[in-house]
C-alpha cells in the first residue's frame, strides 16, 4: 500500500544561462527555496515528490535570443546525467525526495543536436527516468524533438509507448513527464496514461496564456481525462541574463496540483519571486476510482477503432532535422507555420476566413 504523500512545486526565481556555469547559480538558487518548502509542507504528510519548473536550470536563452542552435548545444546544454544532474541529486538525498526537472541538454546518438528532457531523480540521487519532449513551443524552440528525427529514432528505441512516453513504477506510483506545450495537446496526457501514468509532471506555461487559463484548463482537463494527478509549477520571475538588474514575471503564476477527478489539491497564484505550492497525492485513492467507477473512468470505454481514423493522415512533417539543423525564429514561420496552415485548408478541414478568400468580394 501507498501511503499519501505531499508533492511540493517550486515556484523559482530564474537567471537566463549563456553557458554551463550559470547554471550552478540556479541550483543554489532551488536549493534555498527548497529549504523552505520542506519545512512546511511536511507538516501534515511527508514530501515525497518535488517537482521544479521548466527552466529552472538554463531560463529559455536560445529562445528569447533566438539563439543558433549548434551555439546553444555547445555552450548551454547538459549532459544526463551529468555534473547538473549530480547536483540536484545531492537535494534528491538531502531531503529523500523524487526529484523531477527539467533541461536543454544533448544526446550523444545525435551530435550537434539538443533535446528538450525532462527526468526524474530517485531519492540516492539517480537518474531513472528522461523524457524527450514530444511538441515544443513550435514557433520558438529550437529543441530537436524525437518526431523530428524519426527515422533515426526508431532505429535507436522501436516504435513503442516506452520510446517516446516513458513511465517509471516507483514506490509512490508510476510517474511520467509531459513537458509545457506538451499538454496542449491531449494525445501527450494520454499516451502517459495508456502507459500506466499515475502522476504527470507538466511544467510550465508563459503568460499571457497563464493569465488567459490556458494553463490550468488543459492541466485540469488532462487529469481529467486519464484519472491522473497532474503536478503543474510555473516558473517564477525571470532574469534574461545572468547580468540583468531586473527580473521580468514573463510567467504570471498560476501553479496548480490538480488530482485523478480534476479537483484542485494545490493552487499558487502568485508570480513573482519565488515560492512554492504543496498538495497531497493519494495513489490508493485514484487506483481505488479507476477500479471501482462505473462512468468516470473513461479509460476503459475507449473505442480505439473509432480514433484511428483520425491519425491515418499525417500532418506535422516528421524527420524536420533528420538532415538539417532547425530553423530560426523567421525560418520556421516560413517554412513549416504557414505550410501547415495551407495544409488544413487545402484539405477541407479548416475554412479560410473571408479576408484570405478570392471569391469574396
Known amino acids: 500500500m501507498i501511503e499519501p504523500y505531499m508533492a511540493v512545486g517550486l515556484i523559482t526565481t530564474v537567471w537566463g544561462a549563456r553557458t554551463r556555469a550559470d547554471i550552478k547559480r540556479n541550483i543554489e538558487h532551488i536549493h534555498g527555496v527548497m529549504k523552505a518548502a520542506s519545512w512546511l509542507s511536511s507538516l501534515d504528510f511527508p514530501v ?58 544533448t544526446d550523444p546518438d545525435f551530435p550537434g543536436l539538443f533535446f528538450n528532457i525532462g527526468f526524474i531523480l530517485d531519492p540516492e540521487g539517480k537518474v531513472i527516468l528522461k523524457h524527450y519532449k514530444s511538441s515544443p513551443l513550435f514557433p520558438v524552440e529550437h529543441s530537436v524533438c524525437p518526431h523530428d528525427v524519426w527515422d533515426r529514432w526508431i532505429e535507436l528505441h522501436g516504435r513503442s509507448l516506452d520510446a517516446f512516453f516513458p513511465v517509471v513504477d516507483t514506490p509512490i506510483g508510476r510517474l511520467g513527464i509531459m513537458l509545457a506545450n506538451e499538454g496542449s495537446y491531449p494525445e501527450n496526457a494520454r499516451a502517459l496514461a495508456m502507459n500506466g501514468a499515475e502522476v504527470i509532471y507538466r511544467p510550465s506555461y508563459p503568460h499571457p496564456a497563464t493569465g488567459n487559463e490556458f494553463f490550468e484548463i488543459q492541466s485540469r482537463a488532462r487529469a481529467l481525462d ?21 527580473p521580468i514575471d514573463t510567467f504570471g503564476g498560476r501553479s496548480f496540483i490538480f488530482d485523478f477527478r480534476g479537483r484542485i489539491v494545490a493552487r499558487h497564484e502568485y508570480g513573482g519571486g519565488s515560492s512554492y505550492m504543496a498538495g497531497v497525492i493519494d495513489i490508493e485513492a485514484l487506483r481505488d476510482h479507476r477500479a471501482r467507477s462505473q462512468w468516470t473512468n473513461w479509460m476503459k470505454d475507449l473505442r480505439t477503432e473509432l480514433y484511428q481514423m483520425v491519425y491515418e493522415q499525417s500532418i506535422y512533417p ?37 479576408s484570405q478568400r478570392a471569391d469574396v468580394q
Open 48 to 105: 515525497r515528490y518535488v517537482a521544479l519548473p521548466e527552466g529552472a536550470l538554463q531560463g529559455f536563452t536560445d529562445e528569447v535570443f533566438d539563439t543558433d542552435h549548434q551555439t546553444f548545444a555547445r555552450e548551454s546544454a547538459i549532459e544526463i546525467p551529468g555534473p547538473e544532474t549530480a547536483l540536484l541529486g545531492e537535494i534528491a538525498r538531502e531531503f529523500g525526495v523524487y526529484l523531477l526537472a527539467q533541461a536543454k541538454a
Open 318 to 354: 516528421k524527420n524536420l532535422y533528420l538532415n538539417r539543423l532547425p530553423y530560426n525564429h523567421e525560418e520556421y514561420r516560413r517554412q513549416v507555420n504557414q505550410p501547415q496552415i495551407n495544409k488544413m485548408f487545402e484539405r477541407g478541414i479548416w475554412v479560410r476566413p473571408s
Open 226 to 246: 486519464n484519472n491522473v494527478y497532474i503536478v503543474a509549477p510555473n516558473t517564477g520571475t525571470y532574469f534574461l541574463t545572468p547580468e540583468s538588474e531586473w
